[in-house]
């Protein structure tokens, strides 16, 4: 499968679910191809809860250009978010930072299933490796204590959507 196809295949997946989708995002440092965005009240989540998927094309990816790319991702979910509510007083962010690659070798595959995502205040920055090609999804497959509550449910986003 082409980056489209499957980039399409997962719009199709994002906009019944109430996402709002925005292509080539321009960003400090490139382009985003897709973010995906929706904001709604959840009880589970203390108030409203703005969700985040984040695609660019990151080319031979490493542990530290993983870093960046979510940071930067997470950077734009903060400066797209629709909310005035600050995080923590009934409103959180989740970013799903998707680094669409076919080049991820095995030092970056177990950087990003084995290494806890950043930690932030009533936020989640979780990086994620895609590959359209295979379908594969890399992503942390532990639960933090500090998450605890809400991996199972991060965990099922990424395959409904992703997987």
């Not at 589970?44 to 703005?50: A, N, P, T």
């Not at 509510?85 to 076919?102: K, W, Y």
Request: glycine content about 6%.
């Amino acid at each position: 499968m082409t980056t489209d196809e499957g980039l399409h295949r997962i719009c199709s997946r994002l906009a019944p679910d109430g996402f709002e989708l925005f292509h080539n995002v321009q960003a400090a440092n490139g382009v985003f191809r897709l973010v995906a965005r929706r904001s709604r009240f959840e009880l589970s989540k203390f108030g409203i809860h703005e969700v985040f998927f984040v695609f660019a094309d990151v080319y031979n990816p490493d542990p530290n250009t993983m870093s960046g790319y979510s940071a930067a991702a997470f950077a734009q979910a903060l400066s797209m978010k629709k909310t005035s509510i600050p995080r923590g007083l009934a409103a959180a962010i989740t970013c799903f930072s998707v680094a669409i690659t076919d080049t991820a070798g095995p030092e970056v595959v177990n950087s990003v299933r084995n290494n806890a995502p950043s930690k932030h205040w009533a936020a989640f920055e979780i990086p994620l490796l895609w590959s359209p090609a295979t379908g594969q999804v890399c992503y942390f497959e532990k639960t933090p204590v500090w998450g605890a509550a809400y991996y199972l449910g991060f965990r099922k986003l990424i395959q409904k959507y992703l997987g």
